[in-house]
């Protein structure tokens, strides 16, 4: 009953600070779901919009299935995102604020389900994406030397 991650946005934790985090589903087609169980999907540079009321993912890369015929899917279409009203509320109220983005962060597998996690992100500065570097640097050497330490 665990959770399987298939793809996770790394991108998203440089370029954004990921505030608050949302989980939905993803409406998809046969061979989209067969693809994304072979791990054939991208989220590096997809996105997240409202359009009428409704959440769409943008440019989620999910390469076509190898066996598919010619009904095979396009690989960066646009896809319907399935959240509550109330959630969906939240979202547009959030996004509507200055600088803030809905960002796709994991997907993964619960129980027989494709679930996405969103992020509601703030855009970082380029000190900002420096200063994360040096913090992530800084953490390594520190655990280095702890390991150094410990032999």
Known sequence: MGV????????????????????????????????????????????????????????MNISPYDFGNRENHDPTRMRKLLLHHAEIDKLIRLTEQKGLALVPTKLYFKRNYIKLEIGIGRGKKLHDKRQTIKQKEADREMSKAMKQAYR
């Open 4 to 59: 399987k991650i298939i793809a996770t946005n790394k991108k998203a934790y440089h370029d954004y600070f990921i505030d608050d985090t949302f989980e939905a589903g993803i409406v998809l087609t046969g061979t989209e779901v067969k693809s994304i169980r072979l791990g054939k999907v991208n989220l590096k540079e997809s996105f997240c919009r409202i359009k009428d009321g409704e959440v769409f993912i943008n440019n």
